[in-house]
Structures are given as structure tokens and as C-alpha cells.
């Protein structure tokens, strides 16, 4: 009997029974591979299915044990795994290429390992002498880690099983395993999703914690199939800048912990180092008395941030005007440049607009079109926004100025490094006591008139009376630049 082939796209994992150029499922190129069919799913045939076993099924009222914690000693690396890892989960950690991946487990290996636990460090790209050179360099040979440079799954769990039960597995990287059951190269899509299940099924029987590193496309998107990443209980993404010196580790998914948390590392000669106080460093070098910068009071996670938003707005002598936007969401900044256009009166159709987070870090949340529009009137106008203001707050499309979550936690951090006022939306707990004051901000009428007046005194000659700011309804400001 002829062996029968399948194709399998390898960035979504569809099957095809023919090759094609453009996969139809994810319209991505060059990316249907051919594989047998005995390594796909479903492939075991009909005749050969076991018969299930009854089990038991249980209600919602049952006990609720917290899940047993493993603190590896590395705080901001236990911060974004919600506490410590948990006995028996699965981790996959992506990011580019030398940004510190394996910087940061060999350092958590090795602290977990002083500790006592035995800790096991296979790596598929690296032989053994590469990674005792970066121990050496680390200052981590004394610490008591297994290694192994092996890619073979079954090999590795059958290794595993043998003496006391590993509190902690590295596998670096997935897309370097391969199994024997599989009928195909390491890499594709079949090979990645049977190596990653061999280890799930290890580490749930166990007790172990696996950590398993993934490559990732130039999209920034974890290559393989994305099916891996619903099977794991975890998906921490290790991003940073090439001309900065620090990293972040933001953790995309987590069953045992919250989302969107981050841990704040800083690149050193001798590995990494957590950075305890972010705002401080992200502040760190921060130009008060220049225009179109303003501070961010965020939240990433359940950490608050303060970050500066840097704004240049200048004439463009092109047809179509620039929009450069680096850290933020360019869709965001284009709907605050409408709602600056349309309730605020100002004209920033012919000018080319660049924004930027400064120190490299990545925001998400609306809370941060407040600062965005504060810096981009300020660059507009001239006008040097207070040193001691931080701003937070979501822009509607009617220009209210919209509450957001934690307030208070944004202003605490405020208050903890030196800012003396707010302005954001009203409201909040107000039997709270704060060191910093909230200007209330309603309206975007109301900032631009307030910057705009700013602008005007700072413009105004010795013994000249004040402008009056022209308004309509009290929240539409006209202003002519």
C-alpha cells in the first residue's frame, strides 16, 4: 500500500491534501509543508482505539486547595508567574533572538538550584561547554544544575523519570525536539505539537515544572502551531529595545496567576538584574522643562507604571503628513488626533506628528490617551506641561474624558515619586486619603484650554493683560495654530 502525505501549513497548523503556495486558512506564503500521514491527527487508525475507562466526575462545591508554589529566588521573574511556579504547570516563554532567554533561566535554574531542588537544563541548540561558558560568565558554576544537549523527547522524559522527581525542567527550545512517533523533520507543525504534548504529559504525571522556549516569527508572534500555546498553562513574552539596556517580561496567558503582569530586568555584564522600582528608571534622564512631554500615571498588570509620552508636532511640508508612533497603538493615536480635531478646534491635519514611550516600553491600555493628547497639545502650543503633574485617562469619541481602573494605585505611585497633582476624570473613593492632588478633567476642551492658556502666559510680554480664551458650552476651545 502507497504511503499517503498530507500537507500541513506550519503557522496555523491547517491540513490540506494538496500543496498550494497560500495557505487559505491564514493567507500565509510558502508555509505548506508536505508530512506523512501517519504523524497527523487523528492518524491512528479506528480498529486500534481502546475503549475508554469510567471516571469519576465531581461539583463546584468541593475544596479549594491553593496550588503548591516553587519560589525560585528571582522576585520580578516570580511576579509575572503569579506567585512562584506551580508543581506540575507548563511554561513557554518566546522572545527574539539574543534578548536574554536564556540568560534568565539558567540564572532562575540556578537559583532554584542553591535552594536545594533539583533543577535539569536540556538544551536542543547549545552543547554542554556553551552553556557552562555562560554559568562561568554568570558566576553560576557552583550552582547545582543537571545539563543535557539532547533533542529527542522520548530520550529526555525517559532520563527524567529515573531518580528523584525534577522541581524544575528547562527546555530550550521546542522547536529543536523531536519524536520518533512523528513521520517528520523537528520544526513543522506535527513535530512541535507531538514533542510539546510528550512533555505536558510528563510534567502533569509529576508534579514537575517545565519551561519551554519558543522561537518567534518576525511579527513577533511565537512560531508553530498556536495550539501549543492553548495547551500550556502559561505564555510569558520576553520583549525589549536593541538601544536600550532593559528587558520585560509580560505574561500573556496564565491559569494560576494574573495576566498582562510584568517583570522589569535591566541587561548587565553579568546577566540580568531586577529593576525593583520601574517608574523610577523609566523616568530616569526625564527633560521637565521641554515641551510636548507628559507623564503617564499606567498599570501594567497590577503594577502601576509612570513612563514619560514624548509628542513632536511639527508643519509638514509633504501632501500626506507623517504619523510615526513608537511604544503606542497607531490606531489609538489617530483616534485622538480626530477627537483633538473635532471637539477641540485644533488643526493638525498639515503637520507631521511623532510620538514615542520613552525607555522603550509598550503601552496598551486607553488610560494613556490623556497623556498622549496633554503631550501633543503641549508640543503644539510650546507650552511647558508642570513637572509635578502625572496624567491618566481614556479619551471617548465625543472628547468626555472617561474614568479608568486604579485610580488610586496610579496615584500612590505618583505620590511615591515626588508628583504633587493629577489630571484625570473625576470621581473615585473620596473618604481615601491622598499626598497628591486630582484635577479633575472632564472634557478635552477643558486640558487644551488650560495648556492653551499656559502657552499664552509664558508668550505674554511684562504689564500685558491676559487673553481670554475663546469657548463654546464652556468645553469646545477654538484654537488657531
Request: aromatic residues 4%; hydrophobic residues 45%; charged residues 20%.
Amino acid at each position: 500500500m502507497a504511503k499517503r502525505s498530507i500537507f500541513i501549513c506550519q503557522s496555523c497548523g491547517a491540513l490540506s491534501n494538496r500543496w498550494q503556495g497560500k495557505c487559505e486558512a491564514c493567507e500565509a506564503w510558502n508555509s505548506i509543508v508536505e508530512e506523512g500521514a501517519t504523524s497527523g491527527i487523528g492518524a491512528q487508525a479506528a480498529g486500534l482505539a481502546k475503549k475508554g475507562k469510567i471516571f469519576a466526575l465531581e461539583g463546584l462545591d468541593g475544596e479549594d486547595r491553593p496550588a503548591p508554589r516553587i519560589i525560585c529566588g528571582i522576585a520580578e521573574l516570580d511576579r509575572v508567574t503569579g506567585g512562584g511556579f506551580v508543581a506540575g504547570s507548563v511554561l513557554l516563554i518566546g522572545g527574539e533572538p539574543g534578548i536574554g532567554k536564556s540568560t534568565l533561566l539558567i540564572q532562575a535554574s540556578a537559583a532554584l538550584a542553591r535552594k536545594g531542588e533539583r533543577v535539569v537544563y536540556v538544551s536542543g541548540e547549545e552543547a554542554v561547554a556553551q552553556v557552562r561558558m555562560r554559568a562561568q560568565r554568570l558566576g553560576l558554576s557552583n550552582a547545582n544544575v543537571e545539563l543535557a544537549a539532547e533533542t529527542n523527547v522520548e530520550d529526555i522524559v525517559a532520563t527524567l523519570s529515573k531518580g528523584p522527581k525534577p522541581a524544575l525542567i528547562v527546555i530550550d527550545s521546542i522547536q529543536t525536539m523531536w519524536s520518533s512517533m512523528q513521520d517528520s523533520t523537528p520544526g513543522t507543525v506535527t513535530q512541535v505539537r507531538g514533542s510539546a504534548q510528550a512533555l505536558i504529559r510528563f510534567a502533569k504525571t509529576t508534579g514537575a515544572c517545565v519551561i519551554l522556549v519558543g522561537h518567534v516569527t518576525k511579527d513577533g508572534q511565537i512560531a508553530g502551531p498556536r495550539v501549543v500555546e492553548h495547551m500550556v498553562d502559561a505564555v510569558l513574552s520576553f520583549e525589549g529595545e536593541g538601544g536600550h539596556h532593559f528587558r520585560i517580561l509580560r505574561a500573556m496567558k496564565n491559569r494560576f496567576g494574573p495576566t498582562d503582569e510584568i517583570g522589569v530586568f535591566e541587561m548587565t555584564g553579568l546577566g540580568l538584574a531586577e529593576v525593583s522600582n520601574p517608574s523610577a528608571m523609566f523616568l530616569a534622564g526625564r527633560e521637565a522643562q521641554s515641551a510636548g512631554t507628559a507623564v503617564l500615571a499606567g498599570m501594567e498588570g497590577t503594577r502601576p507604571v509612570l513612563v514619560e509620552i514624548q509628542a513632536l508636532v511639527a508643519p509638514s511640508s509633504l501632501g500626506t503628513p507623517r504619523r510615526a508612533v513608537v511604544g503606542w497603538d497607531p490606531a489609538r493615536l489617530s483616534m485622538v488626533i480626530a477627537v483633538l480635531e473635532a471637539h477641540a478646534g485644533l488643526k493638525l491635519g498639515q503637520h507631521d506628528i511623532y510620538l514615542n514611550v520613552a525607555g522603550g516600553l509598550r503601552i496598551s491600555e486607553p488610560a494613556a490617551d490623556l497623556a498622549a493628547a496633554a503631550a501633543l497639545i503641549s508640543s503644539l502650543t510650546g507650552a511647558v506641561l508642570p513637572a509635578q503633574n502625572v496624567y491618566f485617562g481614556e479619551i471617548g469619541l465625543s472628547g468626555a474624558v472617561r474614568p479608568v481602573v486604579h485610580a488610586a494605585l496610579r496615584r500612590k505611585e505618583a505620590a511615591k515619586l515626588g508628583f504633587s497633582h493629577a489630571v484625570g476624570p473625576g470621581g473615585g473613593d473620596k473618604k481615601e486619603n491622598f499626598a497628591l492632588e486630582l484635577q479633575s478633567c472632564s472634557h478635552i476642551g477643558a486640558l487644551v484650554g488650560d495648556i492653551a492658556a499656559r502657552a499664552a502666559a509664558a508668550k505674554r510680554k511684562p504689564g500685558e493683560p491676559p487673553a481670554t480664551a475663546r469657548a463654546s458650552n464652556g468645553a469646545r476651545a477654538h484654537l488657531d495654530y
